[in-house]
């Protein structure tokens, strides 16, 4: 296993089948995204379009919200955090010597959960499936010493693409995920030292919609992924925080944390020399937009993407995520109007 190859493909044509699998996901998810950061913002009180505020204004009228969406969610939040669960190892073989192991097992995965105040991270998780749709947790490895080894945490949505057609809603079976970064230049370049020329090749300033918008070909945000709708016309953004970006002048890096299942040859018989002539094998890997810094095989021995989605709602059609909030929109706005 430790010397089998990545595949018979090249670096390049690595990142670019990467890079197609990125740029066409975020395509086809472009407009629910834009639903859901629509729903956060009614959850938030933005809850008219800026033509309609102004309409409203040059009657002489105010552009009133009754925000009824907040507290049905906040009900759903609070509920969340009342209910929050204890957890305990039970030895599945009998008697005391496994008793004991599980005792300790309990208390390492208290420990864990406690240091890492994952409870809150569950919470967080699922605050973000109740507005938007889908919630993320991370567990995964920290390579610091700024708390212990195993790290738990939520992500938000907006920082996460996944394979849309996959099937399983633990995402066993996608093929894969990626998650967005933006760093500064020279945290990009502490991390990949002997990389400054292509980190420096991607580098630039200037607001989030505009700075990385030859990811797409100019067809819009890249950071967020909010917005994907190729909508060039409209410089009114109110999904982001485009206005306060605007003269942002800090040199900042995209890159991307690809973590893919990639097929290899079982090579071992199996039982009764049956096996499937298939397995599957996580990579992972972190590029910018024209080349890839780094890619391995997980370290993780579970071969499973670190990721869990929460889930509120799933399209049956799309199999894209939507929350509480969606179907409320209309009727909200019938009563703001």
Known sequence: MKSMKMDDASVRERHDRRKSWFLSEASRQAINRAQMAKAEAFYDGQQWSYEDAERV????????????????????????????????????????EADEDARLKTKLLKYLDDTNRASFERSFAA????????????????????????????????????DSQAQKRDLSDARYLFRIKVVDLDVALALFPDKESELKSCTQTGDDIDVFREWLGGTGLITGLDALTGNKEDDLDYLTAKPVDL???????????????????????????????????IACSIMTEKDTLIESWSPFRHDRFPFIPVWAYKNRRTGLPYGPIWPLIGPQEALNH
């Open 57 to 96: 204004r040059e009657r002489g009228q105010n552009p009133i919200v009754y925000n009824e969406v907040k507290p049905t969610i906040d009900w759903l939040i609070g509920t969340e955090r009342r209910t929050r669960s204890d957890f305990l190892v039970v030895a599945e073989e009998p008697g005391e």
């Open 127 to 162: 605050e973000d499936a109740f507005k938007a749709g889908m919630g993320w947790l991370e567990v995964g490895l920290r390579g610091d010493k700024s708390g212990p080894p195993v790290y738990i945490g939520a992500e938000s949505w907006r920082n996460i693409l996944w």
């Open 247 to 281: 003269f942002n002048v800090r040199e900042r890096v995209l890159l991307l944390e690809c973590w893919s299942r990639e097929p290899y040859r079982n090579e071992e018989p199996g039982p009764h020399g049956i096996a499937d002539p298939v397995s599957w094998r």
